[in-house]
């Protein structure tokens, strides 16, 4: 019982949900079944109080017949199938009083129905003025949109006045914006998901709807537009001008999308960027340092009110390598309590530490990393490198060498890192070289500068090689 789609249903309800859905179960409008009644009281009692819930249809069986009652298994799936059916109900419900655009228009094809025309005028007055209130201006408004037209052109046409005009043309243009917009928004997540996976996707009329976009300018769609500069900037990174386009609209259009679709293209556009900076186009450093500035002044990179623990220590990262110090330390105080709380000290801890390496404070970044406790493992492989450099430029050669031969034993001991393993353990491994080189030997030096060069898999390869390049 514990694992039918009933139980699982009602153990993503919060506290509140209870009471109003108790009232939905025991209306008589909608249930008068007593069994279905007793039924949900128990369950509403036991749940939660009980994580993971403790039930067994035997128990459930008796509380709502007695005890007296002969089990029959039958029986108590029926019961728990049609609490179900009206829980969906209920939810159903819930959602259609939540949204009062989609109960305005189902209301006027109601009335439609019905040859109603005040009561149509009525509703299709208020939904307009719900419409045009949206701030938000992406597919589902120009969905909602098209519906709206649609019912007002179906009952024009209902009423057979050759004098009106039934609206056809705005049908026919809230269903191509919809469209459009659609269109771009699932094929950006499409070359987002292929340039990840290597997949191969086909999308018809793709390149017929990109040459229709390409006639005009869309100043009176920005959703549109943010949505067609984004695929191009993904289809062809070559030409840098879609992604300058992209930045741009990012900047005077942010609000006219929901944030979690705002934070999307953001994406899109910053990940443009650091794919620019793996190909050697060290100028757009700035320009993604930029977009992270634009969209925390936003507010769109927090999802629930927090900051991903990945996207803080790019942005660290980032800041460091412009040499940004004052802002990094300002941003590392300031959003350490919007990271998930799981996550907030280790990276806090660790972003610092990279400040503080980067300024020679290295005493600060060895009391941070060994203050820290790291939950993330990557971040801990980080922090150990981190580390390593920290004892190598305070030149601590016995602490050193015994942390080297620790980091050793936890990666040969540590699962689930694949090819991380061999990334480190090379990075340990060419560590010890240098550290017991005698950088006075400029043939072990080659050698081993090529060794590394040569070795595709190295943690902190750039390090290592400016040691090298630094002896002698």
């Not at 279905?36 to 128990?42: A, D, G, T, V």
């Not at 290597?198 to 549109?224: F, G, I, M, R």
């Not at 040499?323 to 309590?337: A, C, S």
């Not at 620790?406 to 991380?420: A, D, E, N, P, V």
Request: charged fraction near 25%; glycine fraction near 2%.
């Amino acid at each position: 019982m514990n694992d039918s789609k009933l139980i699982s249903l009602y153990q993503t309800f919060h506290p509140e949900d209870w009471k109003p859905l108790h009232k939905f179960i025991h209306s008589p409008f909608v249930n008068e079944s007593k069994e279905i009644q007793k039924l949900f009281s128990y369950l509403q009692k036991q749940l939660p109080k009980n994580k993971p819930p403790l039930l067994k249809k035997t128990s459930v069986f008796a509380a709502i017949y007695g005890k007296q009652t002969s089990y029959n298994d039958v029986k108590i799936r029926q019961l728990m199938y049609r609490l179900l059916c009206l829980t969906e109900d209920y939810l159903l419900h819930q959602r259609q009083q939540q949204n009062k655009l989609q109960r305005q228009i189902d209301l006027a094809t109601i009335y439609a129905q019905r040859n109603l025309k005040k009561h149509f005028d009525a509703c299709i007055r208020n939904a307009h003025k719900l419409q045009t209130s949206d701030a938000h201006k992406n597919s589902d408004f120009y969905y909602q949109q098209y519906r709206l037209e649609r019912v007002q052109s179906q009952f024009l046409e209902q009423q057979q006045d050759r004098k009106k005009e039934p609206n056809l043309q705005q049908v026919v243009d809230a269903l191509d914006h919809f469209y459009l917009i659609s269109k771009f928004k699932h094929s950006c997540a499409i070359y987002n998901y292929k340039n990840l996976f290597k997949v191969d996707y086909q999308v018809p009329l793709l390149e017929e709807s990109l040459a229709y976009v390409a006639q005009h300018t869309w100043e009176e769609l920005p959703a549109l537009q943010l949505y067609h500069h984004s695929l191009l900037a993904l289809k062809d990174t070559e030409n840098e001008a879609h992604f300058y386009q992209l930045k741009q609209l990012l900047n005077t259009h942010y609000q006219v999308l929901p944030k979690n679709e705002i934070r999307d293209l953001y994406s899109v556009a910053i990940n443009y960027c650091i794919k620019q900076l793996n190909s050697g186009n060290s100028h757009f450093i700035k320009e993604v340092f930029d977009l992270y500035k634009h969209a925390l002044a936003k507010e769109v990179l927090l999802d629930d009110d927090h900051l991903s623990p990945w996207t803080y220590v790019n942005i660290v990262s980032i800041g460091l390598n412009l040499k940004e110090y004052d802002w990094v330390n300002d941003f590392i105080h300031t959003y350490k309590n919007a990271l998930p709380p799981k996550y907030q000290e280790g990276h806090f801890a660790f972003s610092l530490a990279k400040l503080n390496y980067i300024q020679e404070k290295y005493p600060k970044v060895v009391q941070l990393l060994h203050q820290a406790e790291f939950d993330d493992v990557f971040l801990h492989l980080s922090s150990r490198t981190l580390l390593i450099q920290t004892y190598y430029e305070l030149e601590e050669w016995e602490v050193l060498d015994s942390l080297l031969d620790s980091f050793k034993i936890y990666l040969l001991r540590k699962k689930g890192i694949g090819y991380h393993k061999d990334n480190y353990l090379n990075a340990v491994r060419f560590t010890k070289r240098v550290i017991h080189l005698n950088p006075y030997d400029k043939t072990k030096r080659a050698k081993l500068k090529t060794q590394i060069e040569d070795t595709k898999m190295v943690a902190n390869k750039k390090w290592l090689l400016r040691l090298l390049e630094g002896m002698g």
